[in-house]
């Protein structure tokens, strides 16, 4: 089993109860610094199709997603758009820098009446990529949710320690697990700002 498919796996075992308002859950998985998380927010009225065409447009997401720095596309048979992709991302987390990786995004189809788009780090990939230009991430696992009553985002990250150094470590990851709810919330909200924005 992949990375993403064991992710998904965790992550429907682990969905929260939903009601009018936004939803979180977090849990621990093996040793891994940090923990995974997902939340759901009602909203009525989703376009699904929508939503995830503005989550597979990855070249976009510089311009209609905060802090992307850079995010492209790279050529790779493997990943066929729309039903996926591999992509280069580099994000810029305030006050402790910039992070790269890339990524295979995947849609999924159905499961359990969502639609699922979903993610996880090339591991070879992203170890070439220069240190230089960002810390590369240890681990970066997730997924989006989508039904036409509410949109879920669901994430497991964490940088890699030797490219950050011991403190910025520590910070990202106890600060990761703090913010994770109010992060999770924003991501939503903003990936459904920009499927309204485009129509």
């Known amino acids: 089993m992949n990375a993403t498919a064991a992710f998904l796996d965790r992550l429907f075992r682990n969905l929260p109860p939903q009601g009018r308002s936004f939803a979180f859950k977090s849990w621990r998985h093996g040793s891994r610094p940090t923990g995974e998380g997902v939340g759901i927010l009602p909203v009525p009225g989703v376009n699904v199709d ?34 996926g992709v591999h992509f280069y991302q580099r994000i810029k987390i305030p006050v402790l820098g910039e992070v790269q990786m890339e ?21 070879a990939e992203t170890n070439r990529l220069d240190p ?20 879920g985002y ?5 940088p890699r320690k030797s490219d950050v150094g011991r403190l910025k470590f520590a910070a990202m990851t106890k600060g990761a ?23």
Request: hydrophobic share 45%.
């Open 132 to 151: 230089k230009r960002g810390a590369r991430f240890e681990y970066n696992e997730g997924a989006w949710l989508l039904r036409g009553d509410a949109v």
């Open 103 to 123: 990524l295979a995004l995947e849609d999924f189809g159905e499961r359990d009446g969502w639609r699922v788009i979903a993610w996880s780090t090339l591991d």
């Open 177 to 199: 697990d703090a913010s994770a709810p109010k992060m999770v919330k924003a991501n939503i909200e903003g990936m459904l700002a920009w499927a309204r924005r485009a129509g």
């Open 50 to 83: 929508s939503v995830a065409g503005r989550i597979l447009d990855v070249a976009a997401y510089r311009s209609n997603i905060d802090f992307v720095v850079e995010s492209r596309t790279v050529a790779d048979p493997r990943y066929t758009p729309p039903k």
């Open 154 to 158: 669901a994430l497991s990250s964490c």
